[in-house]
């Protein structure tokens, strides 16, 4: 496996450092490496990307490496270069460094200074599943994104039979809110854009109309508000669990 990626025109714009698999761990301090760095620290963190893995694969792999791409560090964007890096080295070391953790969550962490880590760690589902909590979360989301241009978590709820993403304008679909759209285009279901949506049912919960609400994230997929429940919630919630479950079925021999 490769060690190091110049991070410079192959990685993140500007900074001369290298874009290394480092020592970097999870919030919680576990994790598994996915290659150790002797003396290799990370300043503080500028991007921070946590994707859902299953039997010790990416699912939404291409999709998030998409959104990578659409991703800005410091104000410019991420290059296809270091995004085809960060694919090669989970392609090759994923599915020995997530052997603890094979239903985890992969974590990319880039620093202010341009260098990166990549670990993986074990999923913990959520707590909170109530419209306001899911809500809450995806506002954050959205704040972050003003930032780095693509928001890791959204709201989005049913209309008069219409599917609404909670997406800012300007801001770009994450991975798992691109598969959403696939899945309701493939349904049949008109999707739209609606700005500062998460943020109106934190603030006036009451006064938006909607019939179901659901939170998608690259870390939980797609997650149905306990008290805003519907038959096209239910049924993409499902889609996502039979997505990772599928993966089982695609391990080597």
């Not at 508000?225 to 049924?235: D, E, H, I, V, W």
Request: hydrophobic share 45%; aromatic share 4%.
């Amino acid at each position: 496996m490769a060690s190091t990626s110049k991070f410079g025109p192959s990685g993140a714009p500007r900074g001369e450092g290298e874009a290394l698999l480092g020592a970097s761990a999870l919030p919680n301090g576990s994790g598994a490496l996915l290659q150790d760095q002797e003396g290799f620290t990370l300043g503080n963190p500028a991007l921070v990307c946590r994707w859902r893995i299953a039997c010790s694969k990416l699912p939404l792999s291409n999709r998030h490496i998409r959104a990578l791409r659409a991703r800005r560090v410091r104000g410019e964007r991420i290059t296809s270069e270091f995004a085809a890096w960060v694919k090669q080295q989970v392609e090759w070391g994923l599915e020995a460094a997530s052997a603890r953790e094979p239903n985890g969550v992969l974590m990319l962490v880039l620093d202010e200074q341009g260098k990166a880590a990549l670990t993986v760690g074990p999923y913990e589902p959520l707590r909170g599943r109530a419209l306001s909590a899911l809500a809450r979360r995806a506002e954050r989301a959205m704040a972050e994104a003003q930032a780095t241009g693509v928001a890791p978590e959204t709201l989005w709820v049913v209309r008069d039979g219409v599917l609404v993403a909670g997406l800012d304008e300007g801001i770009v679909a994450s991975g798992a809110a691109t598969l959403v759209s696939d899945l309701a285009t493939t349904l049949g279901i008109v999707v739209s854009r609606e700005n500062h949506l998460a943020a109106e049912v934190v603030a006036h919960a009451s006064q938006v109309p909607f019939d179901e609400a659901f939170l998608v994230s690259d870390e939980h997929g797609i997650v149905a508000a306990s008290n805003a429940l519907g038959p096209l919630s239910r049924r993409l919630e499902d889609s996502y669990a039979q997505l990772l479950a599928r993966q089982g079925s695609h391990r080597r021999p």
